[in-house]
């Protein structure tokens, strides 16, 4: 059983249009009308073939736009439909003072298609105000009808031809904290690059990624609550893994820095005191802090075993 005002066809079947326009675009609307309603199954309402002398033009016009059978409201943009809706003149004027409220309405979201026949001489659409934020069908170039009727049929009967992609998985470097590293693997590109320029690198280095480096670091304990030892051992492995590329960006740099002969022990030293004092502000049995101490343990073996390797017994004794 249909229910009053609610349109029961089925996906697949005919679809129902109603046809706003001024009387400049006459007989472009009517040939328009007729390939719709003989060519792609859609039954059309207008004026031009529902009305006869004596009826009330403007009733026609508000009965057939709230129609709820209607699946769709085009509105054919010209100049003169333009000019006579924007000042509310005519016939259009009147279609476009009923149709105004109906486009904001939450419960016709789609309904009302643009239909721009015609572009003005800086090849702009001659859209009312009232619909310059909606996307419309361009059918102002003959050359491209069948393009224009099959994106129009594509959405009156509510299918597209391009396919939403499935949802993906999360990229790997969102998984590793890559994102949340941002500056300090920026910083650390920096350093590498500036390889030939020893000086500018090693200030680099002592500044801006030493800073980035301990606020990775800090935020490397373990933040998930766990209730027994095997899985906090769990979790410190795990944070100690995701560290893995900031800790080969660390050595890679560190190597770089040492080798510049503008290094000097006062920055790594800070750094390292930075980091192993706020870690140990903490009760030493707590172990959320264990994969810091284990980073910063093996980052402390990483300098000391590069500056044995290039004999800096003056920066390795600071």
């Given at each position: ?25 006459k007989l472009w609307v009517l040939d328009f009308a007729s ?284």
């Amino acid at each position: 059983m249909e229910s009053e005002g609610i349109n029961t066809q089925s996906e697949f079947g005919h679809r129902k249009v109603f046809i706003s326009y001024s009387w400049s675009s006459k007989l472009w609307v009517l040939d328009f009308a007729s390939k719709l309603q003989r060519d792609y199954g859609i039954e059309v309402v207008i004026d031009a073939w529902d009305l006869k002398p004596g009826d009330d033009l403007a009733a026609f016009m508000e009965r057939e736009v709230s129609d709820s059978t209607i699946d769709k409201v085009l509105m054919i943009c010209d100049k003169q439909y333009m000019e006579k809706a924007n000042t509310r003149s005519g016939g259009a004027g009147t279609e476009a003072q009923i149709l105004s409220p109906q486009l904001y309405s939450k419960n016709t979201p789609g309904k009302y298609i643009p239909v721009v026949n015609m572009l003005d001489e800086k090849q702009q659409p001659y859209l009312p105000v009232f619909l310059t934020s909606r996307l419309y069908v361009d059918f102002s170039d003959p050359t491209k009808e069948d393009t224009s009727f099959n994106s129009l049929i594509n959405t009156i009967y509510d299918q597209t031809t391009i396919t939403k992609p499935k949802l993906g998985p999360i990229p790997v470097k969102i998984l590793n904290h890559e994102a949340n590293n941002y500056s300090l693997i920026q910083t650390g590109i920096k350093v590498k690059s500036n390889i030939e320029s020893p000086r500018l690198m090693a200030n680099i280095f002592q500044n801006d990624f030493l800073e980035y480096m301990q606020e990775a670091l800090e935020n490397g304990k373990v933040e998930k609550k766990v209730s027994t030892n095997d899985e906090m051992y769990e979790e410190v492995i795990k944070k100690i893994k995701e560290f893995d590329g900031n800790e080969s960006l660390f050595k890679d740099c560190v190597q770089l820095y040492l080798r510049s002969g503008e290094s000097n022990g006062a920055s790594l030293s800070e750094y390292f005191s930075n980091v192993n004092e706020k870690i140990h502000r903490i009760d030493d049995n707590d172990r959320e802090y264990d994969s810091i101490r284990f980073i910063l343990t093996e980052q402390f073996l990483i300098v000391v075993g590069e500056l044995i390797k290039q004999r800096q017994w003056n920066i390795l004794k600071y």
